[in-house]
């Protein structure tokens, strides 16, 4: 057998590797350089005391009770309810079809409750958790961007307003559609405010709604009549973090969105017992890639106030990019994109 095929075998596989390692150098890779902060670990890395493989439909932590967790996907009919040990107890089924405009509808348990949003078409889709039975209520709104249920009559969403050029928060009354207050919050906006994306949530325990940007070091603080507490800022220094927004098609569908990659600054976030937990995207100077890129990093403020009360690493061990992160008492439960949930003991 001629070795010439070998050789330029092997040749190809070398260029193929100096050009990767090429591009990966050029690359605007986050977390290559040091961010420029650091952070204060409470306690060495906490390690799983549950792991199990759920499923990969699963895409969100939907909600939980002492006894349960919930966990939803695209498909708005499907919810599935395992205990907590993350053995499964029920899959359950609600009567409503999966459509282009009613698909990943960040479904809300908050028991007794199940809330279901569909951006698009402004609708709320509620009803009770052990039941077949739901209602929905068109909401008198414009297209909105994030919810986050505050109680059965309450909600707060990130909508864009009648000028279809900026992004404003409101409270809407869920037993009639209507809004009850509006406050624009975010006044620096240039493309429709999509570029100040970030998690919407509501915390029972100071009755706050939290607002955190996903590609900046800024977070709202706000009460249940969207007036402004205070602005915090995560630990990190990325207070600019240049978006490029676009017209682009994903699986034939056309979307306003980001036409170039960002840097994900704030994950996710939960709030439980007056803290605000947030899952960075961003290393510390002093960790160093290798084990950065083994944990979920957990920074936590004082939800009253906005203090930094120090960090936490979860170690990922099978699970591979996070999907949703919830922090319900002292447990931590996180879903990753492989399928894989893990929940963590929590000694904060």
Same mark, same amino acid.
């Given at each position: 057998?001629?070795?010439?095929?070998?050789? !330029?075998?092997?040749?190809?596989?070398?260029?193929?590797?100096?050009?990767?390692?090429?591009?990966?150098?050029?690359?605007?890779?986050?977390?290559?350089?040091?961010?420029?902060?650091?952070?204060?670990?409470?306690?060495?890395?906490?390690?799983?005391?549950?792991?199990?493989?759920?499923?990969?439909?699963?895409?969100?932590?939907?909600?939980?009770?002492?006894?349960?967790?919930?966990?939803?996907?695209?498909?708005?009919?499907?919810?599935?309810?395992?205990?907590?040990?993350?053995?499964?107890?029920?899959?359950?089924?609600?009567?409503?079809?999966?459509?282009?405009?009613?698909?990943?509808?960040?479904?809300?348990?908050?028991?007794? =409750?199940?809330?279901?949003?569909?951006?698009?078409?402004?609708?709320?889709?509620? %009803?009770?958790?052990?039941?077949?039975?739901?209602?929905?209520?068109? !909401?008198?709104?414009?297209?909105?961007?994030?919810?986050?249920?505050?109680?059965?009559?309450?909600?707060?969403?990130?909508?864009?307003?009648?000028?279809?050029?900026?992004?404003?928060?409101?409270?809407?009354?869920?037993?009639?559609?209507?809004?009850?207050?509006?406050?624009?919050?975010?006044?620096?906006?240039?493309?429709?405010?999509?570029?100040?994306?970030?998690?919407?949530?509501?915390?029972?325990?100071?009755?706050?709604?939290?607002?955190?940007?996903?590609?900046?070091?800024?977070?709202?603080? $706000?009460?249940? $009549?969207?007036?402004?507490?205070?602005?915090?800022?995560?630990?990190?220094?990325?207070?600019?973090?240049?978006?490029?927004? %676009?017209?682009?098609?994903?699986?034939?569908?056309?979307?306003? $969105?980001?036409?170039?990659?960002?840097?994900?600054?704030?994950?996710?976030?939960?709030?439980?017992?007056?803290?605000?937990?947030?899952?960075?995207?961003?290393?510390?100077?002093?960790?160093?890639?290798?084990?950065?890129?083994?944990?979920?990093?957990?920074?936590? =403020?004082?939800?009253?106030?906005?203090?930094?009360? %120090?960090?936490?690493? !979860?170690?990922?061990?099978?699970?591979?990019?996070?999907?949703?992160?919830?922090?319900?008492?002292?447990?931590?439960?996180?879903?990753?994109?492989? %399928?894989?949930?893990?929940?963590?003991?929590?000694?904060?």
């Amino acid at each position: 057998m001629s070795r010439k095929p070998l050789i !330029l075998l092997g040749i190809l596989t070398i260029i193929a590797v100096l050009s990767i390692a090429f591009i990966l150098s050029k690359a605007d890779l986050p977390n290559k350089l040091d961010n420029g902060f650091e952070r204060k670990l409470i306690q060495n890395a906490i390690e799983p005391s549950i792991s199990k493989q759920i499923t990969e439909y699963a895409k969100k932590i939907s909600g939980t009770t002492p006894s349960s967790i919930f966990f939803s996907g695209q498909n708005p009919a499907w919810v599935l309810k395992v205990d907590r040990y993350l053995n499964i107890v029920d899959t359950l089924v609600y009567g409503i079809e999966l459509t282009e405009q009613f698909r990943d509808p960040g479904i809300t348990i908050d028991s007794p =409750y199940i809330y279901m949003y569909s951006p698009e078409i402004k609708y709320l889709v509620k %009803g009770f958790v052990d039941s077949t039975r739901i209602d929905t209520l068109k !909401l008198k709104t414009e297209l909105f961007s994030r919810a986050a249920q505050i109680s059965p009559d309450w909600l707060v969403l990130r909508a864009i307003d009648s000028t279809q050029s900026k992004q404003v928060f409101q409270i809407m009354d869920c037993r009639t559609g209507e809004t009850i207050r509006q406050a624009q919050i975010i006044n620096d906006q240039q493309f429709g405010g999509f570029e100040h994306d970030g998690h919407l949530r509501y915390d029972k325990s100071t009755n706050s709604i939290f607002f955190v940007q996903m590609f900046q070091n800024r977070y709202f603080c $706000m009460d249940t $009549m969207l007036n402004i507490k205070y602005i915090g800022k995560t630990i990190d220094t990325t207070n600019t973090n240049m978006v490029k927004i %676009g017209l682009v098609t994903e699986n034939g569908v056309s979307k306003v $969105m980001a036409s170039k990659p960002r840097i994900i600054v704030n994950q996710s976030i939960s709030a439980s017992n007056g803290r605000l937990f947030v899952v960075s995207g961003l290393r510390a100077d002093k960790e160093s890639l290798n084990e950065f890129n083994k944990v979920v990093p957990v920074d936590m =403020y004082d939800a009253s106030s906005g203090k930094y009360l %120090g960090s936490f690493h !979860l170690s990922k061990g099978s699970g591979d990019k996070i999907l949703d992160f919830i922090i319900d008492n002292k447990t931590a439960i996180v879903l990753f994109k492989n %399928g894989i949930c893990n929940i963590y003991a929590l000694n904060y």
